[in-house]
């Protein structure tokens, strides 16, 4: 377990962080996997509190983490980390991605793996993508901060779920996806496969729901209607939970 840090992204909106149980769920089930201990939900919340009111943050991304140390001593740590939103062009017309060959090996773990997070990060400033989708054997699990989906007529297609990271957003949009009577398909994808879909879209707390432009050569439909339905009841289910929360 030495040197492992699981960690958490959570976003604030008027100062409330969104979707903070949902997060702390997937907190707790890392930690259950690497039988790491962890505070208890009301420490997380009253230290996402007072980040937030010392620095009056409006909006902006709060991460937290236990780490363990070669000394087998757990640590706590919450900051503000800095965060990029995508802006009103990459909104309308898509973002730009490309195929990285990576594994994490613990998938269904937010684990942080500084490696792949800095080799990924040089490539998408070489290529001038905003993600990458990561690849095992010409088959995409994920991206490196996000999650992604295909669209085909009516179907939509997902990487299973013990290959990827179950993040919040996915989460969520795989509710509203059924919510709204679409058929959703969770299955390998192999790279070649990627012409038979129109449309493809990346979720992540920082992304949303962000229609992918293109994925290397290969180009999608920005404007797709099932799309813009679940971009619509996403933005519906982040205002009740803002709504609705409590500290």
């Known amino acids: 377990m030495d040197g492992k840090i699981i960690y958490e992204v959570i976003r604030v909106i008027n100062n409330i ?6 997060h702390f769920l997937r907190f ?11 505070p208890e939900i009301g420490f997380v919340k009253n230290s996402i509190r007072r980040l937030i009111e010392t620095n009056n943050l409006h909006t902006g991304n709060i991460r937290y983490q236990i780490s363990v140390t070669n000394k087998k001593t757990a640590l706590w740590d919450c900051w503000i980390t800095p965060h990029h939103y995508p802006d009103s062009t990459q909104v309308e017309e ?10 994490r090996p613990t998938p269904n773990v937010k684990l ?3 490696d792949l ?11 001038g993508f905003s993600e990458v989708l990561l690849t095992n054997n ?3 699990t994920e991206g490196s901060r996000s999650n992604c989906f295909f669209v ?3 179907q939509i297609f997902t990487p299973e779920s013990y290959l990827v990271l179950p993040g919040v957003t996915r989460n969520i949009l795989i509710k509203l996806i059924q919510n709204m009577g679409i058929t959703l398909v969770e299955k390998q994808i192999h790279v070649h496969e990627l012409n038979r879909f129109q449309s493809a879209f990346l979720t992540s707390t920082s992304f949303g729901v962000l229609s992918i432009q293109s994925i ?8 797709n209607p099932i799309i813009h339905q679940l971009h619509l009841a996403y933005q519906v289910t982040c205002e009740n939970d803002l709504k609705h929360f409590v500290w």
Do not use: C, H
């Open 28 to 38: 707790q089930i890392s930690a259950s996997i690497l039988q790491i201990a962890i």
């Open 17 to 22: 962080p969104l979707f903070l149980e949902e």
């Open 138 to 140: 010409e088959m995409i």
């Open 152 to 154: 085909s007529t009516n």
């Open 216 to 223: 290397d050569n290969q180009s999608f439909l920005v404007n």
């Open 117 to 127: 997070r800095l080799n990924t990060e040089q490539y998408l400033k070489e290529n």
């Open 94 to 103: 898509g973002v730009k991605t490309g195929l990285y060959q990576a594994i």
């Open 112 to 114: 942080w793996y500084q």
